[in-house]
Nanobody, 115 residues
Framework: VHLVESGGGLVQPGGSLRLSCAAS????????MSWYRQAPGKERELVAG????????NYADSMKGRFTISRDNAKNTVYLQMNSLKPEDTAVYYC?????????WGQGTQVTVSS
């Protein structure tokens, strides 16, 4: 099983980034997918989640209206579009695949929002 995040980097406040998480080694379309983030000295927190078919999404309150989660089951990939980025969005972003008791994590991608 592999989950590989990409798309992170350095961006100025107000800018945008699109993260991708490519999955392999399991039946991607059966799994709910989520993005989490962890800032230095803080606990990992949920950013957004999407159901296996992509019909349902949920967001942390601070991300609503700025971030959009989506998935392409034909490409085994989940995305996170991040707009209007703020310095407090700086963190390592992780994708997670979950189905019942099965739970997989990627290695993370760094997002730094700074001028």
């Amino acid at each position: 099983v592999h989950l590989v995040e990409s798309g992170g980097g350095l961006v100025q406040p107000g800018g945008s980034l699109r993260l991708s998480c490519a999955a392999s080694g399991f039946t991607f379309s059966n799994y709910g997918m989520s993005w989490y983030r962890q800032a230095p000295g803080k606990e990992r927190e949920l950013v957004a989640g999407i159901s296996s078919a992509g019909s349902s999404t949920n967001y942390a309150d601070s991300m609503k209206g700025r971030f959009t989660i989506s998935r392409d089951n034909a490409k085994n990939t989940v995305y996170l579009q991040m707009n209007s980025l703020k310095p407090e969005d700086t963190a390592v972003y992780y994708c997670r695949a979950r189905l019942l008791s099965q739970n997989y994590w990627g290695q993370g991608t760094q997002v730094t929002v700074s001028s």
